[in-house]
């Protein structure tokens, strides 16, 4: 997810903003709200689920999601207004040797989400594991709280408070 993400940022949570689930369990006792486009969310990891994973959403059920020569598409509309990914290589691979950069079309199922982090070329993401239950959502990413630079050993302050879109 980086720039939107650095390693040391800490996040505010909303984890009602998609409903009202029975504790220690996937079961939503109050629905709320689905997740949208472009929202950040938090999930278990589908491959892991002892692990929180943070993307962006980029399809939602019913979306057809493609991947041409590193430019996404969704419903076949190009999404050149993405200003937050970062793209840092160059290089295109080709789809025989991986779904990095040339994807689908696929479509999006029924309560499930197509996640993809902004730093596209180095993203573990909905490409390469799959699509993310509603289920296993945990919620949105809302706020950068605390922000730490190990390196620096000094606190970033420009990006403590900073929202997260």
């Not at 596209?120 to 959502?137: E, P, T």
């Not at 990413?141 to 050993?153: G, M, V």
Request: proline letters at 5%; aromatic letters at 12%.
């Amino acid at each position: 997810m980086l720039q939107t993400l650095q390693i040391g940022d800490h996040i505010l949570v909303n984890k009602f903003i998609y409903g009202v689930r029975l504790p220690f369990t996937d079961i939503t006792l109050i629905p709320v709200q689905t997740p949208k486009r472009r929202d950040i969310i938090v999930f278990r990891f589908p491959e892991d689920e002892s692990k929180d994973f943070i993307k962006r959403v980029i399809g939602i059920p019913g979306d057809i999601v493609e991947i041409k020569e590193k430019v996404l598409y969704v419903n076949g509309q190009p999404q050149r207004d993405e200003t937050y990914i970062n793209k840092q290589d160059a290089e295109e691979i080709p789809h025989i040797v991986s779904t990095r950069d040339n994807f689908g079309p696929i479509t999006v199922p029924k309560d499930s989400y197509f996640v993809m982090g902004d730093n596209r070329d180095h993203s573990l993401d909905s490409r390469f594991w799959g699509f993310v239950h509603n289920s296993k959502i945990k919620g949105e990413a809302i706020i950068i709280y605390w922000s730490w630079d190990s390196e620096a050993t000094w606190v970033r302050f420009n990006r403590i408070g900073k929202i997260l879109r």
